[in-house]
């Protein structure tokens, strides 16, 4: 008031005043723009990437640990515990990462983005989406694996995108992790690997950090990581601030060339969006990096399709909508920025955007739009397809919320919009069936099992390989390289399992201490159900990693040894101990007594080939005859459960899952035993046919 009263007397009235003041305030919002524009040189972006379980989220934790605060910031920001970024409840259950989230770092005056990332092949379209949002990646490297399946697809990506890689070879405190590291083994391969992927001179000159990721340090002497390994005490200077020090010198800042004020005031604002979701509070949601320009909260926003003729066929106008938030993720805790500004280089999360945006589209305002979307890195093709459709089994409707065709189709467009991998359409077989193709049956099996867990309750049929023909109408097939680590006792039996009626081709074959690294290269439809059937062949030792090679010709059908036959129930009711017991003798069971089956339900694995018709609900016959089996008591191996991903991989082509939130049951598509044997009876003379 004072200084109001002052200012005036100054100036000579209240209309100059006014003048004055407005031109005060319209100062102080550019200086703040200005100064949110010179923090963008103490901006860093980059992404984690690795292997399946070479340790991305713990190295995370770890830095987000060295770098808060903690007097400051509630425990549950600090990345205490363990894998604190898979805050997923199917992440924190299967101990792997599902889906791509930021985070940032507030490290000696510099803003660190940090975008841990999936490390299986399935998910691998998480990876391929946030490449855009960094310019760097820092690579981890199981230092006694070594480069494995899913280290080339990243490292491919990142050099093809033309990012500034960090090299961190992790868990060197590991048995057999230091000799690999100490015999030059793992740095040979990698450097042949970015040679052989065509990296820049710059890209090559890589820094190469060696640590313990769990035993929080990181040091760039392999001699000190050596001792340290051996048993002497590390010191201050390598803990994980070695690390954040190396992000600040070795990756840029976002921001480019230099642009003067003019040019800033004009730069139109641009954001492509990586994540999308929705808050009940604040409405839809969407995080990315912001491209060009900036925004803050009420200004009124518009999109741009990637697809403007697929998405927009009217060129209708897109309402825009007004900002409500500007965010950033500190752990996994969501936070309003400071400055209320989001800027050019800067990872944010804008909230109040337009309904209609998917991932991949273009976020600008609309006093001052940009002209064309932003362009977005190629994905991978898909692999696999499967129909979703409601279910239509005897016991449909009895354990799921969520029953309607229209509601399963909906649900599966909203979890579409947020990951590009994904795509749906119309099934061939029936209107009321949505056909989803995905990347791989764990990814597919995340998918249902999210779904179950929401209430839904559905039928999903036999996964289907995705084809393509060439120039020439040739078909081509989507190829797979695999890669398999067994105990050498079993590597025998692992080969001709897939060089047998998998047509699986070796390329490679290292044995070392009693473990041996095969790799193969096989059509995608031949690697279905081996997982599951490797763990029981091999007593679990077999760990089996797989990712996308390229699209190849056609090889022609499989063996015929690849279908297992099935123990399918003759009659509905509750299965009984007594019927079990007998049945348990044909093969291995996958229900136990007191669980409720129907006709044409899949209850076992026949021990021969072939389907064979069984009665779980028969009962022991009441007599009044002695005997003395009279106290007889039944008894059965144990009852194999199989998960969603198993069920993916295991059933044949005239079978469906039936998922509800309760259970997961395989059943045949045809219920009556007499049908299904005149459609098999067709199916061999068809297959016949073909052999003639």
Known sequence: VMFSTALRRAVGGPSVLRRVLSTVESTLDSCVVAQSRILNDKIRNLAIVAHVDHGKTTLVDKLLQSSIDP??????????????????????????????????????????????????????????????????????VDGGEGVMS??????????????????????????????????????????????SLGATDEQLEYPTYYASAKGGWVTSDLSEAVDIVKGAK???????????????????????????????????????????????????????????????????????????????????LLLPQPI????????????????????????????????????????????????????????APPTLSMDFGANDGPLAGKEGTIVQASRIRARLQSEVDNNVTLSIGASEESTDKSIVFARGELQLGILIEQMRREGYEMTISPPKIVFSEDEQGNVMEPFEEVTVDVDSDYSGAVMNMLTGDRKALMMEMREDDGKVRMKF????????????????????????????????????????????????????????????????ERGELFIAPGDEVYAGMVIGENSRSGDLEVNPIRSKGLTNVRTVLKEEKASFAAVKRLSVEDLISYMNDDEVIEVTPKSVRLRKKVLDAGERARAQKVKKQQRDAKKK
Do not use: W
């Open 521 to 584: 290269e096989m059509p995608t439809r031949a690697l279905l159900g081996f997982g599951p059937e490797a763990a029981t062949t091999t007593r679990g030792s077999a760990v089996v990693n797989h990712t996308f090679l390229e699209m190849r010709d056609h090889i022609g059908p499989l063996g015929e040894g690849l279908e297992k036959g099935k123990l399918v129930a003759s009659d509905t009711g509750k299965s009984t101990s007594y019927a079990l017991n007998m049945i348990g």
């Open 71 to 140: 007097t400051s910031v509630p425990s549950e920001q600090q990345g205490e515990g363990e894998r604190l970024m898979d805050s997923g409840d199917l992440e924190k259950e299967r101990g792997i990462t599902i889906t791509s989230k930021p985070t940032r770092c507030n490290y000696e005056g510099y803003t660190v983005n940090i975008v841990d990332t999936p490390g299986h092949a399935d998910f691998a379209g998480e990876v391929d989406r946030i490449l855009s949002m960094v310019d760097g990646v820092c690579l981890v």
């Open 234 to 316: 590390p010191g201050k200077d390598v803990g994980m601030d070695k690390l954040l020090r190396g992000f600040l010198e070795h990756i840029g800042p976002p921001t480019g060339s230099p642009l003067s004020e003019e040019s800033k005031a004009n730069e139109p604002f641009s954001l492509a969006a990586t994540m999308v979701g929705f808050d009940q509070f604040l409405g839809r949601t969407v995080t990315g990096k912001v491209s060009s320009g900036s925004a803050k909260i009420s200004d009124r926003s518009i999109f741009l399709p990637r697809d403007p003729e697929l998405v927009n066929p009217d060129k209708k």
């Open 150 to 195: 899913q280290t080339k697809y990243v490292v491919e990506r990142a050099v093809q995108a033309g990012l500034k890689p960090i090299v961190l070879l992790n868990k060197l405190d590991r048995e057999g992790g230091l000799a690999m590291v100490e015999s030059g083994e793992v740095e040979s391969e990698l450097f042949d690997l970015f040679c």
């Open 324 to 379: 409500s938030g500007v965010f950033v993720y500190e752990g996994v805790t969501r936070t309003p920025l400071e400055s209320g500004v989001a800027d050019k280089g800067d990872i944010v999360t804008l909230t109040g955007v337009p309904d209609g945006i998917k991932v991949g589209d273009t976020v600008t305002l609309e006093s001052n739009p940009v002209k064309e979307p932003i362009m977005t890195p190629p994905l």
